[in-house]
């Protein structure tokens, strides 16, 4: 006649005999890891983290519905999109220096005058001609 025990699968002897197989073992490190996190956390810290959690959630879902973001993320995954993503991060970078650095615009058409003789002044106005002038046509497009 043969026992409960050399019938039973070895992980099921083993755990008769007092020794838990490892996957048993890990899932009660984690267990014992996770209540002593919650014991080490304020009703505070839980009431901020859940808020947060849930502030996350909502955002989340938000951004996921808005479709010009997601076309927009779209277009900064092409390789063009993150070099022009690039480009405008370091210009912005170098534009706050130059900016704080520069006197104050003394005004007037002489002003102007100086400005629009500084090399890249007409390219820049060329940009923000191109982008305005697509930037119109998909505006149109939508109606």
């Known amino acids: 006649m043969s026992t409960d025990t050399e ?10 005999e007092g020794i838990a197989p490892p996957g048993l ?4 490190e984690i267990a014992t890891l996770i209540g002593s996190a919650r014991d080490a956390m304020s009703d505070e810290m839980v009431t901020r983290l859940a808020r947060a959690i849930s502030e996350g959630a909502t955002l989340l879902d938000r951004l996921t519905r808005n479709e010009g973001l997601l076309q927009l993320l779209r277009v900064l995954e092409r390789p063009e ?3 022009l993503l690039i480009g405008l ?7 706050d220096r130059q900016v704080a650095a520069a006197p104050p615009s003394s005004g007037g058409i002489a002003g102007l005058w100086k400005l629009a003789r500084e090399p890249g002044a007409q390219d820049a106005i060329r940009l923000l001609s191109i982008v305005s002038q697509c930037w119109v046509e998909s505006m149109r497009d939508a109606r």
């Not at 073992?25 to 009660?28: N, P, R, V």
């Not at 991060?89 to 170098?94: E, V």
């Open 7 to 16: 019938l039973a699968p070895a992980s099921v002897a083993g755990e008769r």
């Open 81 to 83: 999109g993150q070099h």
């Open 25 to 28: 073992e890990q899932l009660a």
């Open 89 to 95: 991060s370091k210009a912005l970078g170098l534009m």
